[in-house]
């Protein structure tokens, strides 16, 4: 497939203006936060954002929010849903003569891996099916993390949280691997997808750009390095994002009409050292180092790269 | 205007015709799925202008109406039973979005058993919702009060969405003389949806279901919500008013039927009201003076208008169509409540529950309402909850009791 020729090679080329504004209610070093920054520089502010019950809901309280758009809280469940009645309606009134289309904003879904992955798939496939014209935003913390930090279909096999315990009984953590949301997603053949992760913003920039030549469903993963759960240093964010990408656990992909494209091709450094960084890991490696859990890890990684250089 | 037979399913999507609405995000359920195929159809052949789109679910769809009426459409929406309270998370949440949309809930008795016929608990399991509630008697006020819903709902007094209620199978599939109202009168009392409040505009963005800190803002809200619905008694005279003057129905937030000189008082809702003015009919044709109070505005709660229809009755009963096990019925409870502190308060407060599941009201039934509610009344202490159960409904059960052991034990 041709594609276009980056529009963004230097840092310096990245639009300068600013739509998310510092003073948030959010945890230091927030991971999501810096996607959505950084989306909102490509998205712009003729925006109206339709958000699921989640970390990202803190944005908006009462009477502060840090965007210069719009913003609808919705349910966990639903916000695809009410994405699907706000373009409607805003279709419909343009139609119907009653709003200039001057007046028109695009509509973003922002929700958490909590609601993405389990909560809110119906009515995410619905919208996906209905092919909706809008943009949904996942920030994936992998986990519950506004109600403490608690096990998600997102969280990764081996990762400790409040509700996968690391005990005598079961020293692993969670036991279940990541969800393959991408897949789900994919199968309903969107028009455009893509993973993305802050520490990359020329990538992620990229892929706003690209997407907003598509009309119908532009879905975006964002990885969301979550200091508060993930237990590290809030210094650390960029160098946990940059290595969940350089070790391979989260590929930079996107997919047009489908078809799958990576967009970066990493050094597959070893998963331990990412790994490493973080304390909902450090369970792995102290007291007793747990060889067969991070094999299994590192050996998913390096199937999941084997199939990519086979296709 | 011109009288047609129509169900009230078909009553209900005239409702919205006329109301000449924007949008129908709509999820099928019976009994309320003639209602949004007429609407399909309509949306589809051009005769309403309006998006038609059916949802994943109830709960997508309540939320997909939610925020098309927060964009500043006027939408109808329409559920029944389950679906309602799959959807009831966003009744609670749309209501804070304070956005006048109408949804007509066909009642349909809950699951388990699961059936398909009618009683009241799922939309009085959504009184608490913040939603007006008006519930209809007939198809023509069936109609006629999704007309009178929009008319509230979106008077900036109130800007509270709106429930109307039918009881499915017997009024869902029910066909009764209906008088359509003429397209361009229903303009003149239904004015175009131009919402100040409502909206997201490129040029003025807003923040609509925000989060809140401390309990003194989200009280501050909640109470705004309250009030808000307490002004929809004004507003409802107000549009009684004119759509009387209009369309020559008139509509209070309570029915009386007979009870000028009653003694006793008979207090229903919905459609088996009917087989109640006739239990009526058939007493005061033996010289018993009864009479009958519908009530039909549910949400606000009448509460004032109640304790006068009320006033120096001898006895009182109130037929509950739903069941709050442990408790008895939901409408006594509120209606109690409201005569409380009436000096001049019946005599007798009784409580009945029948036509759970759309189970029938036989006449017997009826007599013996007024019978035990009359002996309450001179006696002075209220009765209840009474469940009205025949003998030969409960000999029938037995049988089907029976045969259920004997096909266990018998294999």
């Not at chain 2, 018993?288 to 606000?300: K, S, W």
Request: proline share 6%; charged share 20%.
């Amino acid at each position: 497939m041709d594609r276009e020729p980056p529009r963004f090679k230097e840092r310096h080329q990245l639009p300068r203006a600013e739509h998310l504004f510092p003073g948030t209610p959010l945890c230091a070093g927030c991971g999501g936060l810096e996607s959505l920054r950084l989306a909102a520089k490509v998205l712009g502010k003729e925006v109206v954002y339709v958000n699921a019950a989640g970390c990202f809901t803190n944005l908006a309280t009462f009477p502060f929010t840090p965007l210069d758009a719009s913003w609808l809280y919705t349910t966990m469940g639903s916000a695809p849903a009410a994405a699907q009645g706000v373009r409607d309606a805003l279709d419909v009134l343009i139609a119907k003569g009653r709003l200039p289309r001057e007046e028109n904003v695009k509509v973003v879904v922002l929700g958490g891996d909590g609601s993405t992955y389990d909560m809110a798939l119906s009515s995410t496939s619905g919208a996906i099916s209905r092919k909706l014209d809008f943009y949904y935003v996942c920030y994936d913390n992998e986990a519950y993390g506004n109600t403490g930090v608690q096990w998600s279909p997102a969280t990764p096999f081996g990762a400790r949280t409040t509700t996968s315990p690391c005990t005598i009984q079961s020293p692993v953590g969670a036991t279940q691997d990541k969800k393959d949301i991408f897949e789900i997603w994919r199968a309903h053949k969107p028009p455009y997808m893509a993973t993305v992760s802050p520490r990359f913003p020329l990538d992620l920039e990229e892929k706003f750009v690209r997407a907003a030549g598509h009309a119908g469903p532009k879905l975006f993963l964002a990885f969301a390095a979550c200091p508060t759960g993930w237990l590290f240093d809030p210094a650390h964010t960029p160098d946990v994002a940059r290595l969940a990408v350089e070790c391979g656990l989260w590929p930079l992909k996107e997919a047009v009409d489908g078809e799958v494209i990576h967009t970066y091709l990493p050094t597959l450094t070893p998963v331990e050292e990412y790994l490493k960084l973080q304390g909902r890991f450090r369970h792995l490696f102290e007291p007793t180092r747990q060889d067969a859990a991070i094999r299994h890890i590192q050996e998913r990684v390096a199937f999941y790269w084997r199939q990519v250089r086979e296709s | 205007m011109n009288t047609d037979m129509m169900t009230g399913n078909l009553a209900a999507a005239w409702g919205a015709r006329l109301a000449d609405v924007d949008y129908v995000p709509a999820f099928p359920i019976t009994p309320q799925t003639e209602i949004v195929e007429t609407l399909a159809k309509w949306c589809a052949n051009g005769d309403v202008n309006a998006r038609f789109v059916t949802m994943d679910s109830e709960h997508s769809m309540m939320t997909a109406s939610g925020a098309a009426s927060a964009t500043g459409a006027r939408v109808f929406t329409a559920t029944s039973s389950q679906g309602l309270l799959h959807a009831f998370e966003v009744l609670y949440t749309i209501t804070g979005w304070r956005v006048p949309l109408v949804l007509v809930n066909v009642s349909r008795a809950l699951a388990s058993p699961i059936t398909l016929e009618p009683d009241h608990n799922d939309v009085l399991a959504a009184r608490d919702s913040g939603f007006l509630q008006m519930h209809a008697e007939t198809c023509q006020e069936v109609l006629d009060s999704i007309l009178l819903a929009y008319r509230i709902a979106e008077d900036p007094r109130v800007c509270l969405p709106a429930m109307v209620n039918l009881d499915g199978f017997v009024l869902s599939f029910t066909r009764e003389p209906v008088s359509v109202p003429d397209a361009e009168q229903v303009k003149r009392f239904l004015p175009a949806f131009r919402p100040a409040h409502l909206g997201f505009h490129a040029s003025a963005p807003q923040a609509l279901g925000t989060a809140v800190l401390g309990g003194a803002t989200y009280s501050y809200f909640r109470h705004q919500m309250h009030l808000a619905s307490r002004n929809a008694f004004q507003v409802h005279q107000e549009a009684a008013e004119d759509f009387a003057r209009a369309f020559g129905r008139r509509y209070g937030l309570l029915e009386s039927y007979r009870l000028e000189d009653a003694e006793d008082v008979l207090v229903m809702s919905n459609a088996f009201a009917s087989k109640g003015k006739v239990a009526v009919d058939a007493a005061r044709a033996k010289g018993r003076r009864v009479g009958l109070l519908r009530l039909r505005v549910v949400r606000p709660w009448p509460g004032d208008a109640i304790r006068q229809a009320l006033h120096n009755r001898r006895g009182v009963a109130v037929l509950d169509q739903n069941l709050s096990p442990g408790l008895g019925g939901i409408l006594y409870q509120e209606i109690a409540a409201s005569l409380y502190h009436d000096k001049q308060r019946p005599q007798a407060l009784c409580s009945f529950i029948g036509g759970l599941g759309g189970k029938n009201l036989s006449e017997g039934e009826f007599q013996s309402i007024f019978d035990r509610t009359e002996q309450a009344g001179v006696r002075g202490t209220g009765i209840g909850p009474v469940l009205l159960y025949t003998e030969a409904e409960h000999r029938e059960m037995e049988q089907l009791q029976f045969l259920a052991h004997e096909l266990k034990t018998r294999g």
